[in-house]
C-alpha cells in the first residue's frame, strides 16, 4: 500500500514539475492610440473669422 502511494505521489509532482515547454513566452505587442489630426482648414479659420470682425467694423 506504502508503494503505490509513494508512486502516487511521485507521478504527481513529476507531472507538474515538467508542465509547460521551453519556448519562449509570447508577448502581446502594445496597443498604441494616436489622436486623430486635426482638418487641414483648422489653422485658417479663426484668422478668417477675425478678418471678418475686422472688415465688419470698418465698413460701420
Do not use: H, Q, Y
Not at 15 to 24: E, R, V
Not at 30 to 50: C, D, F, K, R
Amino acid at each position: 500500500m506504502k508503494k503505490i502511494a509513494l508512486a502516487a505521489a511521485l507521478s504527481v509532482s513529476a507531472s507538474t514539475a515538467f508542465a509547460g515547454n521551453m519556448d519562449a513566452p509570447v508577448m502581446e505587442a502594445p496597443i498604441i492610440v494616436e489622436e486623430a489630426a486635426a482638418g487641414s482648414s483648422a489653422g485658417i479659420v479663426v484668422p478668417l473669422l477675425i478678418l471678418a470682425v475686422v472688415a465688419a467694423a470698418v465698413s460701420m
